[in-house]
Structure formats: structure tokens, C-alpha cells
């Protein structure tokens, strides 16, 4: 099991590494600046691609990522084997939404392993094989989509991290950071959904409720205008006085006036009458 005192020993060391402590802070969505001094430019590229995903700039990303692009690596060139940056291109195109054709080229020359496996799969939107490494879909998902993490990738994910005992010993920063992200984001969503299988009942339950609803006030609605267009009718038929008053056409043009008139109250009525029934079952709607 990972101790706090690893994790903290750990991060205290790591942040002292500028490219780590730029990967770390991308994770978190915090605020990171970096030296522009002597840097390669393909630093600079990871450098501008992390602040991109902290700022939220689609513009800059683009800018950096059309550079970076242009460039038809080998399966020797340095870069394409840098895990923090990989996996900052990956985080970034998906969420920015831009074409993965480049970066799936560039995992295809990578050597073969399990973070290269689970890179591939996320560009392939596959989150459950179980060649993944679930401590990165996990970081993966919470960063770009929650909605997509199971409870089978939560607790794959969670197992994998007590259960790897020499996570510190392994050396890969690229790993360890993003199991303790992982970690992190677990217990994060354990506060916010005590229960995953819970919410997501109550999550569907509450559209099925809200469409019952809905279709309820849409019967009281109908039956209401037919009700009303009867007793109009019956008032102008058993009343002599309106019946001399009005000619058919006149009968019909008032009729329709009721029912022009009518059905905004009416469409007004349901709108508040599906309100109060909502209300009555304990139910507060916010859209």
C-alpha cells in the first residue's frame, strides 16, 4: 500500500524536476511557470501543450500542436518514447477535440508495453481491456470525461494501487505520478458518489420521473382544452341570446380565439401544474 509519507517524499523530490513538476501541475489544473531559457523545441512544445490544458487555451494547443505535427519521428527519436509528454498530447487532443491521426502514428512507432498498449486503446475510445493500465484511464477519464469511470475501472485502478508495493521503487516517474493522481481522483469521487451504482439509479431514475411527469401534465392539458371547447360549445348552443348574437362563422372564429387564447393558459397551467407535482414528490427542478 502507498504510504503518505512516500507520496510526500515523493512529490517533495519531484517537483524540483521542472518537467515533472509541469506534469503534476497539468494533472491538478494548476497555475505553472516554467524557465524559456536554453530550451530545446520540443521542450518548449511540452512546456506551451501543458499550459494550454491548464488555461484551457484551444488556441495555443493548436498552435503548438501543428508544430509539433509537421514532424515524422523514427522509432528511435527520443520524444516519442517521453511518457509525461505522450500522454500530455493524448490529454490534450481529446480535450481540445483535435485529430488523433498524428499522435496514433506516433504511439504505432513506439517499443511495445503496457503504458504504450493503454495509449493506443484510449485513442481507440477503449477503456475497459484488460491489457489497460487502469491507474491512467482513470486519470484519463476523471480529466476529460467522469461519466465514462465504472465502477470496475475505480476499483481496478484502486487495487492496482495498493496492491504494487514497489510503485516507488520502479523509478517511472510517469507511473507514480499518475497513480497517485489516480489515487487522488478515486477518493475524490468516493466523496462526491459514496455509491457509483446508487447515483447512477437515481441519475436515471430522476429522467424516467421527469418524463412521467411531463407526460402527466400533457394529458391534464389535453383534457382540459377538450373540456373547455365542450362547455363553450354548450354555452353557445343552449344560450338563445349568444346563439342570436352569433352566426356560425362568427361561432367558429370564437371558437378558435378561445382555443388560440386557451392554449397559452393551458400550456401555461401544465407548465405549473407539472412544477407543483414535482415539488409535492420532493423534487426541486433546476433546469
Do not use: C
Request: charged letters at 25%.
Amino acid at each position: 500500500m502507498v504510504s503518505l509519507e512516500e507520496q510526500n517524499n515523493y512529490l517533495s523530490n519531484a517537483v524540483k524536476n521542472e518537467k515533472l513538476l509541469a506534469f503534476y501541475s497539468m494533472l491538478q489544473f494548476s497555475k505553472f511557470d516554467y524557465s524559456k531559457d536554453n530550451l530545446s523545441e520540443i521542450d518548449d512544445i511540452y512546456y506551451k501543450i501543458i499550459n494550454s490544458v491548464i488555461k484551457s487555451n484551444k488556441q495555443n494547443f493548436k498552435d503548438s500542436y501543428k508544430v509539433i505535427s509537421k514532424r515524422v519521428p523514427s522509432e528511435s527519436t527520443p520524444f516519442i518514447h517521453n511518457d509525461l509528454q505522450i500522454f500530455s498530447i493524448i490529454l490534450a487532443v481529446f480535450i481540445f477535440d483535435e485529430d488523433r491521426s498524428w499522435i496514433k502514428m506516433v504511439i504505432g512507432k513506439r517499443s511495445k508495453s503496457l503504458i504504450t498498449t493503454t495509449f493506443e486503446n484510449i485513442l481507440n475510445d477503449n477503456y475497459h481491456s484488460n491489457s489497460n493500465i487502469q491507474e491512467i484511464i482513470t486519470v484519463f477519464l476523471y480529466l476529460t470525461n467522469k461519466e465514462k469511470l465504472t465502477n470496475e475501472i475505480l476499483e481496478s485502478a484502486y487495487k492496482a494501487i495498493l496492491n504494487n508495493p514497489s510503485l516507488f521503487e520502479n523509478k517511472n516517474d510517469f507511473h507514480i505520478i499518475i497513480a497517485l493522481k489516480a489515487f487522488e481522483s478515486i477518493l475524490s469521487l468516493i466523496k462526491e458518489f459514496p455509491n457509483k451504482e446508487e447515483h447512477n439509479f437515481l441519475k436515471y431514475f430522476e429522467i424516467r420521473f421527469k418524463k412521467r411527469i411531463k407526460a402527466f401534465s400533457t394529458f391534464v392539458y389535453s383534457i382540459g382544452l377538450l373540456l373547455g371547447v365542450y362547455y363553450l360549445y354548450q354555452l353557445v348552443l343552449l344560450n338563445k341570446d349568444v346563439k342570436d348574437f352569433l352566426d356560425n362563422l362568427n361561432a367558429v372564429l370564437g371558437i378558435l380565439g378561445y382555443l388560440a387564447i386557451s392554449g397559452g393558459l393551458f400550456a401555461a397551467f401544465k407548465n405549473k401544474f407539472e412544477l407543483l407535482i414535482l415539488k409535492l414528490f420532493g423534487y426541486n427542478k433546476k433546469d
